[in-house]
């Protein structure tokens, strides 16, 4: 069984920052892309960022050069780093991961998501 672990979501300030961290663990072989994506009440879930295994990463519009996504590949863990925070930012943000298992397919895997809030 793969799990996929995520932490960090909180209640923060307008302009304020935020780690998201989210740890895969259990029967893995290897991991292609990891990504974070969000959803706000009443809005459909939305790709906030992405990263592949060799580092290559790509941003929604909306937080470009505010969020920072990054990974651990000896860790199995991705990052999002988030700055200058917007209350447009609140959101249940989930963590997402292409996994491969020993003797498998690769299988799109979701964390249970991280609550991020931002108000004054």
């Known amino acids: 069984q793969v799990q996929l672990v995520e932490s960090g979501g909180a209640l923060v300030q307008p302009g304020g920052s935020l780690r998201l961290s989210c740890a895969a663990s259990?029967?893995?072989?290897?991991?292609?892309?990891m990504g974070w994506y969000r959803q706000a009440p009443g809005k459909e879930r939305e790709l906030v960022a992405a990263i592949t295994s060799g580092g290559n990463t790509n941003y929604a519009d909306s937080v470009k050069g505010r969020f920072t996504i990054s990974r651990d590949n000896a860790k199995n863990t991705v990052y999002l780093q988030m700055n200058s925070l917007k209350p447009e930012d609140t959101a249940v943000y989930y963590c997402?991961?292409?996994?491969?298992?020993?003797?498998?397919?690769?299988?799109?895997?979701w964390g249970q998501g991280t609550q991020v809030t931002v108000s004054s």
């Open positions: 259990g029967s893995i072989f290897s991991i292609n892309a």
């Open positions: 997402n991961a292409d996994i491969i298992q020993a003797g498998g397919f690769p299988f799109d895997y």
